[in-house]
């Protein structure tokens, strides 16, 4: 079995989903840290050929807090702007109408927490996709919190029985080829290939 575990991020870049459906089984590691100012809750979308950054509101968020435990800001009205911005900047592009019914759908969905959130647009982007990997969150099956790093990593890949873990180039100096190698697992990292797309 091949594996690949990520933090949850909203509307993530495309070698994110190339990683999903690279992969046997997606683990969101949703009971880790939140990271402040990362990708869990904001993004860029081009906006008169620029990027332009989108941030979802969350209420106390704090990197002492896991990512689970984070809620979305309540009285916000981030979804009407974000859909507005992406309305006027998109509207002209291939595919919009079935895409901005997914994101309408994606935003307005009443959840408490940003990783509710996250983790719902990503199986709902997966399936538009045609991307038929199974997807699961670690906070509700490996119980193994009290590790960390490469051996949280390696725990994980145990549970599953998984031969096979693949991660993006960029956590190259994260992991230990060896000590995959010494627990039977072949550790590999994916390029994402880039599809830029010209302004609208």
Same mark, same amino acid.
């Given at each position: 079995?091949?594996?690949?575990?990520?933090?949850?991020?909203?509307?993530?870049?495309?070698?994110?989903?190339?990683?999903?459906?690279?992969?046997?089984?997606? &683990?969101?590691?949703?009971?880790?840290? +939140?990271?402040?100012?990362?990708?869990?809750?904001?993004?860029?979308?081009?906006?008169?050929?620029?990027?332009?950054? +989108?941030? &979802?509101?969350?209420?106390?968020? @704090?990197?002492? *807090?896991? =990512?689970?435990?984070?809620?979305?800001?309540?009285?916000?009205?981030?979804?009407?702007?974000? %859909?507005?911005?992406?309305?006027? @900047?998109?509207?002209?592009?291939?595919?919009?109408?079935?895409? +901005?019914?997914?994101?309408?759908?994606?935003?307005?969905?009443?959840?408490?927490?940003?990783n509710e959130l996250a983790v719902y647009a990503l199986k709902k982007t997966c399936t538009y996709m045609g991307i038929g990997t199974e997807i699961v969150p670690s @906070?509700?099956?490996?119980?193994?919190?009290?590790?960390?790093?490469?051996?949280?990593?390696?725990? =994980?890949? *145990?549970?599953?029985?998984?031969?096979?873990?693949?991660?993006? &180039?960029?956590?190259?100096?994260?992991?230990?080829?060896?000590?995959?190698?010494?627990?039977? =697992?072949?550790?590999? +990292?994916?390029? @994402?290939?880039? %599809?830029?797309?010209?302004?609208?």
């Amino acid at each position: 079995m091949t594996i690949a575990i990520m933090q949850p991020y909203i509307f993530p870049y495309i070698g994110y989903f190339q990683l999903i459906n690279a992969v046997d089984k997606f &683990i969101i590691y949703d009971d880790v840290n +939140f990271i402040n100012k990362g990708w869990i809750n904001r993004n860029n979308i081009l906006v008169g050929g620029k990027a332009h950054m +989108f941030t &979802i509101p969350l209420k106390d968020a @704090s990197q002492n *807090k896991l =990512i689970l435990e984070v809620e979305l800001a309540k009285h916000e009205q981030w979804q009407k702007k974000l %859909s507005r911005t992406i309305q006027q @900047s998109y509207q002209k592009a291939p595919c919009y109408q079935k895409v +901005f019914e997914l994101l309408e759908e994606i935003v307005n969905l009443e959840v408490e927490s940003i990783n509710e959130l996250a983790v719902y647009a990503l199986k709902k982007t997966c399936t538009y996709m045609g991307i038929g990997t199974e997807i699961v969150p670690s @906070s509700t099956i490996y119980n193994n919190k009290h590790l960390k790093g490469q051996d949280r990593i390696l725990d =994980i890949c *145990k549970q599953e029985q998984a031969n096979h873990y693949i991660n993006p &180039i960029g956590g190259v100096e994260l992991y230990d080829k060896g000590k995959f190698e010494k627990e039977g =697992i072949r550790l590999d +990292f994916i390029k @994402s290939i880039s %599809s830029p797309y010209p302004p609208i």
